[in-house]
């Protein structure tokens, strides 16, 4: 890689200031002076590649560069509210002098960014495309056309035509669009540049605009949430202590003056009489004093805080107050993995503007794309690029896919600051992607996340059925240890056809040479909803535990795999000790109102041979319109069900489950919903309504795809009561006619009584929680602290015996 380290020469009067700049450009060779004239002695004894100075004198400054460093890039850096700096820039302009400006208002780190935006463009290769290639934008309103000149990863030179104002193309100018085709074909696409520099150009008869352009190494997208707030002190404490363990940078700076920024050095979360405080070294040696008030950030595990701390001591080091709440806010959509030494990828394909053919192995992936290295210093990748790739999968066949180029970031320095190999990152999404690679991707994430986890598909159903009894996982009441003969062949043939279809579920087995040790499974529940369930360990010494975090973790983790999953969903009995002790305290710490759902239901069952007679007298029953779908949705909505109904496709349009029936019968399963409704007196609409879910037997061994649960619109209508009656009967005359032993019915507590009354018995209350994918990587850290609890307080307990027996 030859993108190399740059030389950079700081002029700033303020020493806490040059400090700031040098901390944020540490990558290169940084000298810092507080004069122009000391700045004018360093330059003759070496040239530097960038000038960073104040606006003071720029034009006598400058002529010293022009003689000392002709070659170096010029940057001002000037806040707006400074008129006098201003106008002696653009007296400095008018002279012809080309140089950039950056306002001193904006943060240190955002200053630092630009900084290095402009030295990529500087180092970046530049190519001529092999092919004429169209640029089309909109500027100002206007739509333009444009042939483009050269190409380079953060910029490129587009051929306007002379008859464009050359007013409307001043440096500064943000080009809205931009899309360059060849041959027809989109090669790249980014939503915005900007203009850098515009020059007339006259060849023969056929004058033109050369306007250079820039733009980010990233696709930026706004967040599709609102910023989430940590409130829990725990939950606070802990992220700050992963962030100080990791080697995170915590950036403070003063609420008022933005542009006051500094990096805490070696920052550690200590207590001091009896409180958790924050402390670390002030680099760049900003004015701080006891009572200050700072804003915090960090970013860590793909996520972004920041908070508020107060200033406690200064005394060589700085004593801040932990923040009371973190806001937090995603930075991927999907969690990268780097693949094991098994399951290696290589990505081929042919540069869009050079045309040579590009081979190169993947770094880390995701379901929703990878990163590889380039040399940006003779490749040209730039974000936006639309790329046809062949990848090599791990075992050895290939398979085609369509990409765009989302990122092209630098990876720090090789071998020190003082090497001259600065590799690149380029990260892309993928636009088209087959079935084989979604399958090796979710194997490979599998492999990297435990050596001993594979897919169950591996694995005869009868040999996860058999740990499952010896670990007395018995609560299936349809499918009875011991009677096997009838229905295995069933679960066998649905195991498969799960684990195979890639999208609608997953099995994960923890095996070792001792056979099947654990097992967890997901499904696709409902469109966007991944179910976790049939959780199982063999029982063993210690062991139990790990092999639960492991596959729990795993089971979830699978559900964020699936780009469309935007729910996860896990239940648990409450009688069960361990697993309710451990929801609730995870719900109880995350939960966040409009992303996450907690319920309470009874798992009631009537075997169909003891059932009652039919009272007469009751109402009709009747399949519910679309219009008494809407109705149904916007009662639920308006009683603040608004994740159950998202969660659960209670939407008008998916309530029948149409899409998710589709991608089931696809791969040989089935999956369906009825909606019965019981009409209320005149146009009052329905009185009543009754969800009845169908699916292959052993999708979910508890069969919730075979169960019903009724919602009451009219509570107190007179007939209510009669109506829920009803529509139980026509549920349970659903599960008759398609020969099941029995009907089961997921009850609210408030429904019980009704249900007993129809001879149906509660079988155990449970808890079940869904949470938005958002939520994921939070309850991943969060369940791992537990279980590491829990391993170290049983391993003190264990050396705690063995010193009490030695002694």
């Given at each position: 890689m030859s993108v190399p380290t740059q030389d950079v020469l700081i002029v700033h009067p303020n020493a806490g200031r040059r400090a700031a700049l040098a901390a944020v450009l540490g990558v290169h060779r940084v000298v810092t002076v507080e004069s122009q004239s000391e700045a004018t002695r360093r330059m003759e004894s070496a040239a530097p590649t960038l000038i960073i100075a104040p606006p003071e004198n720029a034009r006598r400054f400058l002529r010293h560069v022009d003689r000392a460093a002709p070659e170096a890039v010029r940057v001002f850096v000037c806040s707006q509210t400074d008129r006098q700096g201003l106008e002696e820039l653009v007296e400095t302009a008018a002279e012809g002098h080309v140089f950039s400006t950056l306002d001193d208002s904006l943060t240190i780190s955002e200053i630092g960014r630009r900084l290095t935006n402009l030295l990529q463009?500087?180092?970046?290769?530049?190519?001529?495309?092999?092919?004429?290639?169209?640029?089309?934008?909109?500027?100002?309103?206007?739509?333009?056309?444009?042939?483009?000149?050269?190409?380079?990863?953060?910029?490129?030179?587009?051929?306007?035509?002379?008859?464009?104002?050359?007013?409307?193309?001043l440096p500064g100018a943000m080009l809205?669009?931009?899309?360059?085709?060849?041959?027809g074909r989109r090669v790249l696409h980014t939503h915005r540049a900007l203009v850098r520099h515009v020059q007339p150009v006259r060849l023969g008869t056929d004058p033109f605009l050369r306007v250079g352009l820039s733009w980010g190494g990233a696709l930026e997208e706004a967040s599709p949430l609102p910023l989430a707030v940590v409130r829990d002190p725990v939950s606070v404490l802990a992220a700050l202590r992963k962030a100080v363990r990791r080697g995170s940078q915590v950036w403070m700076h003063f609420q008022d003056s933005p542009s006051l920024q500094f990096v805490l050095d070696a920052p550690v979360v200590d207590i001091v009489?009896?409180?958790?405080?924050?402390?670390?070294?002030n680099v760049g040696a900003s004015p701080v004093s006891p009572g200050d008030v700072l804003n915090l950030s960090f970013e860590v595990g793909g996520q972004s805080y920041t908070g508020v701390a107060s200033v406690l001591r200064v005394a060589g080091d700085i004593t801040l107050s932990v923040p009371r709440t973190l806001g937090m806010q995603n930075r991927r959509g999907l969690q990268r993995f780097r693949p094991g030494s098994e399951h290696r990828f290589l990505a081929s394909f042919k540069a869009p503007f050079s045309g040579k053919t590009l081979t190169r192995s993947v770094l880390d992936l995701s379901a929703g794309g990878f990163s590889f290295s380039f040399d940006a210093s003779c490749e040209v990748l730039p974000a936006g690029s639309q790329l046809d790739i062949s990848m090599l999968l791990p075992d050895g066949s290939e398979a085609a896919c369509r990409a765009e180029v989302r990122s092209v970031e630098g990876m720090g320095a090789e071998g020190g600051l003082e090497s001259v190999l600065r590799p690149y990152r380029c990260g892309v999404r993928f636009l088209e992607v087959p079935p084989a690679v979604q399958h090796a991707v979710r194997s490979a994430f599998v492999s990297a996340r435990s050596e001993h986890v594979v897919d169950g598909g591996r694995y005869p159903f009868r040999d996860i059925w058999k740990m499952m009894e010896q670990a007395h996982y018995?609560?299936?009441?349809?499918?009875?240890f011991g009677g096997e003969a009838g229905w295995m062949d069933a679960l066998e043939d649905?195991?498969?056809?799960?684990?195979?279809?890639?999208?609608?579920?997953?099995?994960?087995?923890?095996?070792?040479?001792?056979?099947?040790?654990?097992?967890?499974?997901?499904?696709?529940?409902?469109?966007?909803?991944?179910?976790?369930?049939?959780?199982?360990?063999?029982?063993?010494?210690?062991?139990?535990?790990?092999?639960?975090?492991?596959?729990?973790?795993?089971a979830i983790e699978m559900g964020e795999v699936h780009e469309d999953i935007d729910f996860i969903r896990f239940s648990w009995r409450e009688d069960n000790r361990w697993p309710s002790r451990l929801g609730t305290w995870l719900l109880r710490v995350m939960d966040s109102h409009g992303l996450s759902w907690l319920r309470h239901f009874h798992y009631m069952r009537l075997e169909l041979a003891d059932a009652p007679a039919v009272p007469g007298g009751l109402p009709?029953?009747?399949?519910?319109?679309?219009?008494?779908?809407?109705?149904?949705?916007?009662?639920?909505?308006?009683?603040?069900?608004?994740?159950?109904v998202l969660a659960e496709d209670l939407q008008a349009s998916q309530l029948r489950l149409e899409a998710l029936s589709a991608r089931y019968a696809a791969h040989g399963l089935h999956r369906k919903r009825?909606?019965?409704?019981?009409?209320?007196?005149?146009?009052?609409?329905?009185?009543?309504?009754?969800?009845q879910e169908e699916g292959s037997p052993g999708i979910n061994l508890i069969e919730k795809t075979n169960s019903f649960s009724y919602v009451v619109l009219q509570p107190d209508h007179p007939g209510a009561d009669a109506a829920v009656r009803a529509l139980i009967q026509r549920c349970v005359e659903h599960g008759r006619a398609l020969g099941r032993s029995a009907a089961v019915a997921i009850a609210a507590d408030e429904d019980v009584a009704a249900l007993e009354a129809a001879g149906f018995r509660s079988l155990g209350r449970f808890s079940e929680w869904f949470f938005h994918r958002s939520m994921v990587r939070r309850w991943v850290e969060l369940f791992r602290s537990i279980f590491e609890r829990v391993q170290r307080v049983g391993a003190e307990r264990a050396r705690g015996h063995r010193m009490r027996g030695a002694a």
């Open positions: 463009l500087r180092t970046s290769a530049r190519v001529t495309p092999h092919a004429v290639l169209e640029a089309a934008f909109r500027l100002q309103g206007r739509d333009y056309t444009a042939r483009c000149l050269d190409m380079g990863n953060f910029g490129a030179a587009l051929r306007v035509p002379m008859a464009a104002s050359l007013g409307a193309f809205e669009e931009l899309s360059v085709t060849r041959e009489d009896g409180r958790s405080v924050l402390r670390g070294a018995n609560f299936h009441p349809d499918y009875p649905t195991h498969h056809k799960l684990c195979a279809s890639g999208e609608l579920g997953s099995s994960l087995v923890y095996g070792d040479r001792d056979g099947v040790q654990g097992h967890v499974a997901g499904l696709r529940i409902h469109s966007r909803t991944w179910l976790v369930q049939h959780l199982a360990v063999r029982p063993g010494f210690h062991r139990q535990d790990q092999i639960a975090h492991e596959l729990s973790a795993l009709p029953v009747r399949e519910a319109t679309d219009g008494d779908c809407e109705r149904l949705e916007s009662f639920l909505r308006e009683r603040g069900d608004v994740v159950r009825y909606v019965y409704t019981v009409d209320g007196e005149g146009t009052s609409g329905p009185l009543a309504m009754a969800l």
